[in-house]
């Protein structure tokens, strides 16, 4: 996966980590490596270690030990979490590993024997255990009180909110399922109360993620659960009618074409929920969906992003794709542009194919090519920017909220539409007259300039 930029590389999302210690408080780092997944399992670590009193340090040096969550979704991602332990140890030398490659311990106790716990995904109680053991904890009750929404390492205007774990699709190029097992949804009423918490801390924008977003419920036969005196389903058209009340901005990644999806999209329109579906397409041919093990594979897909436009024209669509899969054909790889031109997604992500270690896929007649696979990314490439490029040009003279994520210390401020998601989408850039901004601002502005990924404003 070389070829994508690192905005596109779940792999390569990486946390900054702040906090303060007092004298002696039992302190830990952690390093943070894998996709809004695993950030969300971080924040969940460390929220529970700082109740139980323990510092969280920013460097090595500070810290008694160190936790590397660790990302083993492709080969160069565990070649690089394997990197991450090593660096942790010579700079630390008392690791714990957590974490999707915690499902291989051998794997990693082979290359670092030194490490002192290797535990796998959403193990908490085990890494909090092999905490105590490595720095047993010094609680102080009138210091280690925990922060009301726990602590998170995105920036505090947007949080990621995970409201399930696992999934049950076997899809061939996909380890997954192996390393985190089936669905797990978690309960209506915890998403909502840790929603609300969030949002009461000054969350302005929180970021709905999980495997298959789509299927959230099944496991629980959708059931129903007290909340704010109704009985409120584990189903995501619930969960996002819910979440839209709390009254900050609602984005929906990992969501499958089912065709219930159409639910949601009234909400969008409503503006209850953001009109942004992440949508994982991964290709159109039907025959490579089929070799894939893709769900939906058989859903008409450009007939559900017409009825969705229909319903919601504003609608921002985000996907992922894959060239060069197993037998995919120039006739396939052909379908995909014309399918691309037709759909005219607006924001497009794109993978090589490559081998992961346990795939089915790697046992697949008729890899294709390097070359080949090189040529149709270039192909495919071109064509989603063209699309990108046209689609933010018809949105000049436009007037939009965007939401505030940085400002530098020239003042320009690095904003985000309600159609982009932090770090996989593009900004809108407010170069002038921004005094008086503050990072998590909701503001309004005039479209001025477009180019291929990003826009820039003037506010109103
Ligand atoms: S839906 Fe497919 S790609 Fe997504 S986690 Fe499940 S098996 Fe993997």
Same mark, same amino acid.
């Given at each position: 996966?070389?070829? #994508?930029?690192?905005?596109?590389? *779940? ?14 408080? *039992?302190?830990? $780092? ?6 809004? &997944?695993? @950030? ?14 323990? $510092?969280?340090? =920013? ?55 030194? !490490?002192?716990?290797?535990? +796998? ?19 102080? =009750?009138? !210091?280690? @009180? ?19 774990? +696992?999934? #049950? ?32 801390? +000054?969350?302005?924008?929180?970021? %709905? ?22 009985? %409120? ?33 009234? /909400? ?6 953001? *009109? ?21 594979? $058989? ?56 081998? %992961?270690?346990?795939?089915?896929? #790697?046992? /697949?007649?008729?890899?294709?090519? *390097?070359?080949? &696979? ?20 018809? &949105?000049? $003279? ?12 020239? +003042? ?14 593009? #900004? ?33």
């Amino acid at each position: 996966m070389s070829q #994508n930029p690192p905005d596109l590389r *779940p792999d390569l999302a990486r946390a900054a980590i702040r906090g303060e210690t007092r004298p002696g408080q *039992p302190t830990i $780092g952690m390093v943070s490596l894998g996709c809004p &997944k695993a @950030l969300v399992d971080s924040e969940r670590i460390l929220t529970r270690l700082r109740a139980e009193g323990y $510092g969280i340090s =920013p460097d090595y040096t500070g810290a008694d030990a160190v936790i590397v969550n660790t990302c083993g979704f492709l080969d160069s991602a565990k070649a690089e979490s394997l990197d991450a332990i090593g660096e942790a140890l010579t700079e630390n030398g008392r690791v714990i590993v957590t974490g999707c490659l915690g499902a291989e311990p051998e794997y990693i106790t082979g290359a670092h024997p030194k !490490v002192l716990a290797v535990t +796998g995904p959403h193990q908490y109680e085990q890494v909090l255990d092999a905490v105590h053991t490595a720095v047993p904890p010094s609680p102080d =009750p009138f !210091v280690d @009180l925990m922060p009301a929404a726990g602590v998170r390492l995105t920036p505090r205007h947007y949080s990621y909110l995970k409201i399930s774990e +696992g999934c #049950n699709h076997k899809c061939k190029f996909c380890i997954i399922p192996d390393m985190r097992g089936r669905l797990q949804s978690r309960p209506v009423h915890a998403v909502l109360r840790e929603a609300e918490k969030l949002v009461e801390s +000054g969350v302005r924008e929180l970021l %709905v993620i999980s495997q298959d977003t789509s299927a959230y419920g099944l496991d629980r036969r959708y059931s129903a659960h007290p909340w704010q005196g109704r009985d %409120v389903r584990s189903h995501l058209t619930d969960l996002a009618r819910e979440l839209g009340s709390l009254g900050a901005w609602v984005r929906l990644h990992y969501v499958y074409p089912y065709p219930h999806v159409r639910e949601l999209i009234p /909400l969008m329109a409503e503006g209850l929920i953001l *009109p942004y579906l992440d949508i994982p397409f991964q290709h159109s041919h039907p025959d490579t969906l089929k070799r894939m093990a893709r769900p939906a594979a $058989g859903a008409r897909t450009l007939e559900e992003i017409a009825a969705w436009r229909a319903i919601c024209p504003d609608i921002t669509l985000r996907s992922t794709f894959i060239v060069g899969y197993p037998g995919e054909t120039e006739a396939e790889f052909e379908h995909l542009l014309d399918w691309l031109e037709e759909a005219q997604l607006d924001r497009v992500g794109c993978f090589q194919y490559e081998n %992961v270690a346990g795939a089915r896929s #790697n046992a /697949l007649p008729d890899h294709v090519a *390097p070359e080949v &696979k090189q040529d149709r990314w270039d192909r495919f490439m071109a064509r989603a920017q063209a699309i990108s490029e046209a689609k933010l040009a018809a &949105k000049l $003279g436009r007037h939009l909220d965007v939401i505030v994520d940085d400002i530098d210390a020239d +003042g320009i401020a690095t904003c985000r539409t309600k159609g982009d998601a932090p770090e996989i989408d593009g #900004n809108l850039f407010i170069d002038e007259d921004t005094k008086g901004l503050t990072v998590g601002d909701i503001v309004r502005v005039e479209v001025d300039e477009a180019g291929e990924y990003d826009l820039w404003g003037r506010r109103l």
